[in-house]
C-alpha cells in the first residue's frame, strides 16, 4: 500500500527515495549506533527525514522559526512567500498590520549559542514588507494587529 505513495513522491520530487522498512535508523535511540547504522548503509538520514524533505520539496514548502523563552517552534509555508505571508501562518492579524521583521539565519544562532549572542554579533536584519522569507530564517515579527 505504501509503494505507490512513495513512488508518487519520488516522481514529483525528482528525488530517488530509499524505501523504508523496519530496521530504519527512526528507531534508534543511540546517535553514534544510529550514525554508524546509516553509514553502513551509505545514507545521510534516516528514512523519514528523507521522505518529509521530498513531500515538502515536491508541495513547494518550507520552514521558517520563531524563538521564545519557552518555545522554539517550526513553521511551514510555501516557498517565495513574503514576510507577511510568513506572519500570516502565525495569525491573520500579524499579516494585516505586518510592519516589519527581524530575521536571523538558523546557522547563525547555532553559532553564537542564544539569541542575545547572535544578535551582539550582528547577525540580526530588519526586513520589509517585500523581503522574501527563506529556509530555516528565525524571525520576529513586529506588527499593529
Known sequence: MAEPLILSVENAAGT?????????????EDEAERAEFLEA???ESPGLDR????????????????VGEDEC???????????????????SDIERGFIRAEVMKYDDF????S???????GH???RGRDYTVEDG???HFLHNG
Open 110 to 113: 547555532i553559532a553564537a549559542g
Open 51 to 66: 521522505v518529509n524533505g521530498a513531500a515538502y520539496d515536491a508541495l513547494g514548502l518550507m520552514s521558517f522559526y520563531t
Open 41 to 43: 548503509l551509505g545514507l
Open 16 to 28: 530517488d527515495i530509499v524505501g523504508l522498512f523496519v530496521g530504519d535508523a527512526d528507531g534508534i
Open 73 to 91: 517552534r517550526a513553521w511551514t509555508i510555501r516557498k517565495g512567500a513574503s514576510g507577511p505571508e510568513a506572519g500570516g501562518a502565525i495569525h
Open 137 to 139: 530564517d528565525i524571525m
Open 115 to 121: 539569541e542575545a549572542e547572535a544578535r551582539n554579533r
Open 124 to 126: 540580526l536584519a530588519t
